[in-house]
């Protein structure tokens, strides 16, 4: 039976996952940010589906052969997921696997559910592929590194926008601030764009980026993803960008900073029932 398991016993998670796969099901595992984990066995784990904290997908980790696993795996979505992703303004069940292998075994497993794909993009970025360049922003435009005063900083006016974006990733701004780090472009007494950590494990940083609806085409998000590489590459960090392949502007921003392509996987979506 599918059960899950309790932040303290993610770490029997930690042998079946891909160490070659995504940093997000990596730094969940860890316990560095929250999420889920929905597993075969509370003891002993074959099998897993991991739920990211940020409501930004499911990941399917382990062997994908566990006929147990696969045979449940539909009700299971129906009768306990779907409650409780509909609780948090979910329709759509977006999953994806840890490893290659995964992706036959969902169309199977989801085949009779209208399911459909899009390709997504990891990127890293080291020393020597880092293209160093000046960039410019329109007058009154500033860059400043987040931090607890600016969390707290009355003068902004537009501040839930980066408290969301943090909440997303992180249990409190605290364990953001101690974990990640970030950047922001103020204008106006205005938060306009952010670049964050999303996910953290070791010295691996995953880059989480947004500019304000009103603000966008401006390039902002440029310039704020220059300050937060160049941070990273000076104190031994390593930024990792995972974006859809369709995301034209973010695929943009990576390769002008000199981000390289290691490795693509597929995700597939379908509608929640009601």
């Known amino acids: ?77 129906d009768l306990v997921i779907a409650p409780e992703a509909r609780k948090v303004g979910l329709e759509w069940f977006e999953g994806l ?17 209208n399911l459909k794909s899009w390709n997504q993009k990891v990127y890293t970025l080291s020393k020597t ?13 500033t860059v400043t590194k987040i931090s607890s005063e600016l969390l707290k900083d009355s003068s902004i006016k537009n501040m839930d926008f980066l408290r969301l974006k943090v909440s997303e990733f992180w249990t409190s701004s605290e364990s953001f601030l101690n974990t990640g780090k970030g950047y922001c472009v103020l204008f106006n007494n205005m938060i306009v764009s952010i670049c964050l950590s999303g996910f953290v494990v070791e010295n691996i940083h995953c880059i989480a980026i947004e500019t ?11 310039v704020v993803a220059y300050y937060f590489v160049k941070d990273c590459l000076e104190n031994g960090n390593i930024p990792y960008w995972d974006c859809m392949e369709e995301n034209w502007p973010s695929v943009a921003i990576a390769e002008n900073l000199g981000f390289e392509n290691v490795f693509d996987y597929k995700g597939y979506y379908f509608k929640l029932k009601d």
């Open 129 to 141: 592929t880092y293209k160093e360049k000046s960039y410019s922003m329109e007058k009154g435009h």
């Open 97 to 113: 696997g840890n490893h290659q292998g995964w992706d036959t075994v969902i169309e199977k497993l989801f085949t009779s559910r």
């Open 212 to 222: 304000f609806k009103g603000h966008r085409g401006r390039k902002l998000g440029q």
């Open 1 to 77: 039976m599918i059960c899950e398991l309790s932040k303290e016993d993610f770490h029997k998670c930690k042998s079946i996952i891909n160490g070659a796969g995504q940093l997000e099901v990596k730094a969940i595992v860890e316990g560095i940010n929250p999420g889920r984990i929905f597993v075969d066995h509370p003891i002993s784990p074959t099998t897993g589906l991991v739920w990211l904290g940020n409501n930004d997908g499911f990941v399917f980790i382990g062997n994908e052969h566990n006929d147990a696993f696969n045979y449940e795996i539909n009700g299971f979505l």
